[in-house]
């Protein structure tokens, strides 16, 4: 069992920068997969990052490639985002979540934290 917990959100200008975190307790987190989503308003869930459990292989969406960071620490079982160069789009409520890799899905999932980027 993991448990997750993000930070780091807020409002910001269009143009810079904010950094998640996402802080895990429990077992097993160095060897899952760690994933960052993202929910506008009146849209659906989407990937915006993830990074491998030995941070050797890193995924981006193609809307925040560039632009954004995954990085993992795992001794200290945190998990974060660097966003660059923010746009309104970039708006959303962020959630962090963990996958075993003998899985399919990400079966862990923090409660997200807010992220607002003004024009």
């Known amino acids: 069992q993991v448990q997750l917990v993000e930070s780091g959100g807020g409002l910001v200008q269009a143009g810079g920068s904010l950094r998640l975190s996402c802080a895990a307790s429990?077992?097993?987190?160095?060897?899952?997969?760690m994933g960052w989503f993202r929910q506008a308003p009146g849209k659906e869930r989407e990937f915006v990052a993830a990074v491998s459990w030995s941070a050797g292989i890193t995924y981006y969406a193609d809307s925040v490639k560039g632009r954004f960071t995954i990085s993992r620490d795992n001794a200290k079982k945190t998990v974060y985002l660097q966003m660059n160069s923010l746009k309104p789009e970039d708006t959303a409520v962020y959630y962090c979540?963990?996958?075993?890799?003998?899985?399919?899905?990400?079966?862990?999932w923090g409660q997200g934290t807010r992220v607002t980027v003004s024009s």
């Open positions: 429990g077992r097993g987190f160095s060897s899952y997969t």
């Open positions: 979540a963990a996958k075993d890799d003998r899985f399919r899905y990400y079966g862990y």
